[in-house]
């Protein structure tokens, strides 16, 4: 008897992505769902697959992966985004793992993201490393409102099995979510004090910053190897480092 799994998902408006979620982790024991207002038919398909649905209001990335870290009542957890899929060489992996007795109570995985469905192979997008398997109690995110990191005690492994980040699949898509993380990225600069009114902090922030990021990743770590998909995804994102510190400049001014 292998020791239990609890996969940890926290949702809104999620019904496109959920479905195949879900799908990919129907051999764990318990599966929590931590919805923060869905107007879609996200709870009616968590509901449909068994998992346990809590619903909470909005109070950041950090903060809602904990409560459903806490809500998990088995030994292990496997902490996922809506939009992820577990590969069957990664559920075969997780599952032999919880044949055993590990030792080890922390475990990366690594993430394959795609984006307008192309795997992204180069740019620093793959190998992914994200820790997401631990043991209940050896792992918690920090308690930002985003980019959130999980932190940990004691030694880890990576596991070899692919995670798949079902991450943008339109340019709509990814301008709408980088337009929401860039305003969640502005205030958190903005709490940390990380932006200044000198003009020459500005132009960094908003002009030299970006285009040092597209020049690093799209050309000194060969994003241009991914094709079409890969200058678009790289220029973007060099545009959503200039949003968000526009963002904070103009909060600032206020």
């Not at 079409?228 to 994102?237: A, I, K, S, T, V």
């Amino acid at each position: 008897m292998g020791k239990p799994l609890s996969v940890a998902i926290i949702t809104k408006n999620e019904e496109a992505n959920l479905p195949r979620t879900l799908e990919s982790v129907r051999w764990a024991d318990e599966v929590v769902v931590v919805d923060s207002g869905s107007t879609d038919r996200t709870i009616e398909i968590a509901s449909l697959f068994g998992a346990k649905v809590i619903r909470e209001g909005w109070r950041g990335f950090g903060k809602q992966k904990n409560l459903a870290i806490e809500h998990c009542t088995s030994e292990w957890v496997l902490s996922l985004d809506a939009d992820e899929e577990v590969s069957e060489a990664l559920a075969q992996e997780i599952t032999q793992l919880m044949e055993m007795t590990p030792d080890i109570h922390a475990y990366f995985v690594l993430r394959r993201n795609l984006f307008l469905d192309r795997w992204i192979r180069h740019g620093g997008y793959y190998p992914d490393p994200k820790l997401r398997l631990f043991r209940k109690g050896a792992a918690w995110f920090e308690e930002r409102a985003v980019h959130e990191t999980l932190r940990h005690t004691g030694p880890t492994r990576t596991l070899r099995g692919d995670l798949i980040h079902h991450a943008y699949p339109t340019i709509e898509n990814y301008i709408e979510h980088m337009n929401r993380y860039s305003t969640l990225g502005a205030e958190q600069a903005s709490s940390k004090n990380k932006t200044s009114r000198s003009w020459p902090a500005f132009l960094w922030n908003v002009l030299l910053n970006p285009a040092a990021t597209f020049f690093y990743n799209y050309v000194l770590r060969l994003g241009f190897l991914d094709g079409r998909e890969g200058l678009l995804l790289h220029l973007y994102h060099s545009a959503y480092v200039s949003w968000k510190y526009a963002k904070a400049w103009y909060a600032a001014k206020g």
